[in-house]
């Protein structure tokens, strides 16, 4: 228990953290905090589901999606303002400094796993912007056809 | 001879872009809002194309003895400012609902483009919370937390520093995960409790391209190939840069014989 209100108010911390280095006005800091939220503790949700971390990030990713362009429909806002700040905290560093250090220490059969893990990773997050872009950009055409009969 | 009211729909929509691109937004809304305010004005043939490093815009009225007028320009230094890009995409909104003339928008952009952002001591305290926070997730100590607010700060500072000297993004993520790579080693060789692999891991994380990233999916989304890939690169090399900055000091560090030298 006090693992995930350790892990959750890290989430929060960071969210907060990249809001302020991106400039987003002081108002929309919860909603920031809100998707960062959502999007770590899902990751660690399914992490703990025992789901592998790149399909796991795929989700979250998904989920972050979701999120800020309901965000940015409800409060008249850019999506960009909520996805930047809520999606960073899945971007692989950790994963970029293993398979550097693996490739320091020259043993090629972790280096070759660390690295197509952080390459999946960072794939699975673009999977999911994309999936959910695509998805809805075809139910918005589908709705607004069916608007128009 | 050349339509003055013409050139200032152009200016004005030229600024607008400009202001947005430079500040991380995606293509497609770049060409949306330019192309928003020129409609506005009663410009009917537009056709702007951006790049994350340049853009193109040509217009005229539309009728068939209009002088077309096209613009090129480049776009140099790009940031993440997103209070900015959502300010102009307000001001396009309300420049279309055509409230503002142009020369008033002009002076509406302007006080957009000078706003600054957060002073420096609040963006260290930024800095300092990612940094602490990333490092307690990835396995680190109290004692490693601490040391990561340093790290943070001061690897910050240090980017900002060479930001202002006009270096470009590459050479700065190298350099200041040099240096952090450095304050976790000879911290770790100090302290007992203290361990190096989650105080980077940490600092890192604030240099991570997650904003290229981002946008270079969203701009393949919207069919901007050209400018899909340019950021997608730009992704891959910064990481390879942070790693590589990482990776260079913690070999020198093993080579040199590591604590001895402290």
């Keep these: 228990m006090i693992t995930i209100l350790l892990q959750l108010l890290c989430s929060l911390l960071m969210t907060c953290g990249f809001c302020i280095i991106f400039n987003v006005p002081s108002r929309k800091f919860p909603l920031c905090c809100i998707v960062g939220a959502v999007s770590w503790m899902s990751y660690q949700a399914f992490t703990f589901l025992e789901m592998s971390p790149v399909f796991s990030t795929f989700i979250s990713s998904c989920l972050v999606w979701l999120f800020s362009n309901i965000f940015a429909r409800v409060f008249k806002e850019t999506s960009t303002m909520f996805i930047i700040p809520g999606i960073i905290s899945l971007v692989p560093g950790a994963g970029t400094y293993y398979s550097m250090l693996a490739m320091l220490e020259y043993t090629n059969k972790s280096f070759g796993e660390t690295v197509k893990e952080t390459i999946l990773t960072a794939g699975a997050i673009a999977a999911g912007l994309l999936l959910m872009g695509s998805v809805t950009g075809v139910i918005i055409m589908i709705t607004k056809k069916i608007n128009r009969l | ?262």
Excluded at chain 2, 175 to 196: E, K, R
């Design chain 2, 1 to 262: 001879m050349v339509d003055l009211f013409q050139k200032k729909v152009l200016m004005l929509a030229l600024y607008a872009g400009e202001i947005m691109m430079r500040n991380g937004a995606e293509i497609y809304r770049v060409e949306d809002t330019m192309t928003h305010i020129c409609k506005a004005c009663k410009m009917d043939n537009v056709e702007v194309f951006a790049t994350p490093t340049g853009i193109f815009i040509s217009m005229d009225r539309g009728g068939d003895e209009d002088d077309t007028q096209t613009y090129v320009k480049r776009i140099k230094g790009i940031s993440t400012d997103l209070r900015k890009i959502s300010q102009v995409n307000h001001f396009s909104r309300q420049f279309s609902a055509a409230t503002l003339s142009v020369d008033e928008g002009m002076t509406v952009l302007k006080e957009i483009d000078d706003r600054g952002i957060y002073p420096l001591p609040v963006r260290l305290l930024g800095a300092a919370m990612i940094s602490s926070a990333f490092c307690l997730i990835f396995g680190g100590s109290a004692a490693d937390c601490c040391i990561s607010v340093f790290s943070g700060i001061l690897g910050y500072l240090f980017s900002v520093f060479l930001n202002k000297l006009k270096i470009n993004s590459f050479v700065t993520g190298f350099c200041s995960c040099a240096l952090v790579a450095f304050i976790a080693l000879s911290a770790a060789s100090l302290i007992d409790a203290a361990t190096y692999d989650p105080i980077i891991i940490g600092t890192i994380m604030l240099f991570v391209p997650g904003v290229a990233l981002t946008n270079s999916i969203r701009d393949f989304l919207s069919g901007d190939m050209l400018a899909g890939v340019a950021r997608l690169m730009e992704t891959i090399l910064t990481a390879l840069s942070l790693a590589a900055g990482a990776g260079v000091v913690i070999k020198l560090w093993e080579i040199l014989g590591g604590g001895a030298i402290l």
